[in-house]
């Protein structure tokens, strides 16, 4: 068939023998890619009369959307929540390691820090494509310091803070900037809490709820002013409560906006979540469940200490705690691991495992058009995974950017 090069003179690649994820199955179909996005042939055979200009033989692989991480504090040394002469170097070292383990986007993390911290970091933050230097960046996840001082978790008590009478106002004064930020996780039951909510959502930014001891009254509220996420769920909030679930049972609300979908993370690395309460959450919201990482510093590293912000972290084995406690701070999973743990953990399919860690991100942020997704148009940011999912290599935009070195196609 003759290629017709009127419409683009970029290379047509298709992707063949292989099962990809479209529309929640797994399905044998050839992936077609061009100038990075993701093709329609039948447009391409019937409105172009074209055809493939390199052919790629998967052997029988599973394609699936990038994995998005909308939590990672940093990893390999780099802590995102500390200035540092290097900090852009060091973003761009996490982004580049991370490809190998199928995150293709994701939202450096900071927690609770001094407004100084906030002026000087944010502003090296920026939005932008992924590509063979590494996963692309969709803006910061500020989470804190506006959090319980009961649920702080590993957050340094020292820079917690409340809303005064100018609520937004301390916010941004607090920040310096929002141009960069896609999620802030607060605390719903301050007050103020609200108005600031509603200021944050106009602006397109992503409301989460955590490190609180709101009631379920408290969460509700604040979804119906626009919230839409859990940061970790069961984590760093008040544990369930039949007569009163507190933010967990947002997942089984009745009110939730029309419309309105609420999604919340969780940190699958058998060690944050037993593995009961990750089956009671997706069982009771399957939709909304979003796998994060959480990772800190030291993932990637040997054990021993490491830094989250302010506070000195101990690494023992998959565990993380504040030094000289037993207080979680952090973890060193990382996302593909996450994703086999939580379909082992749950018993749920390929297609839900993989969906949790990208489809699931990307409607979270509103970003489904072009990322999570392997529809025709979609950015062509995509993993090849054997059956145990195991990434074989990641694809950004339709180039290789990470190779399983044993891998021979």
Known sequence: MPSNKSVSDAPIVQFTNCRILRSHQLQREDLWV?????????????????SADIQLDCKGSIIAPGFIDVQINGGFGVDFSLATDDFK??????????????????????????????HQVLPQISIRNGGAHGAGILGAHLEGPFISKEKKGAHP?????TFEAGAFQDLLATYGSLDCVRIVTLAPEMKR?????????KQG????????????????????????????????MLP????????????????????????????????HTNPA???????????????VTDAIAGLGLAPGRHTLGQQVVEIDGMNT?????????????????CVRHFQDATGCSAETALEAASLHPAQLLGIEHKKGTLNYDADADFLVLNDSLYVQATYIAGEEVWRQDTLVM
């Open 321 to 337: 705690y504040i030094a000289g406690t037993k207080t979680l701070s952090g973890s060193v999973a990382t996302m593909d691991t």
């Open 34 to 50: 061009r100038e990075g996005k993701i093709l329609n042939p039948e447009k391409l055979f019937f409105d172009e009369k074209g």
């Open 193 to 201: 809490s609200s108005e600031v909510i509603q200021e944050l959502t």
């Open 157 to 161: 008590e020292h820079c917690l803070r």
């Open 240 to 271: 369930f409560h039949h007569r009163d679930p507190g933010i967990v049972g947002l997942l089984t609300s009745d009110k939730i906006p029309a419309g309105r979908r609420v999604f919340y993370g969780m940190i699958s690395d058998g060690i």
């Open 89 to 118: 170097s060091g973003i761009d070292l996490v982004s580049q390691k991370i490809l190998s383990y199928g995150v293709t986007s994701f939202c450096p993390t900071l927690v609770t820090s001094p407004p100084s911290l906030y």
């Open 205 to 236: 930014i992503c409301v989460s709820l955590g490190h609180s001891v709101a009631n379920l009254s408290q969460a509700e509220e604040a979804v119906q002013h626009g919230a839409t996420f859990i940061t970790h769920l069961f984590n760093a």
């Open 277 to 291: 309460a990750l089956r009671i959450a997706h069982r009771a919201h399957p939709k909304g469940l979003v796998l």
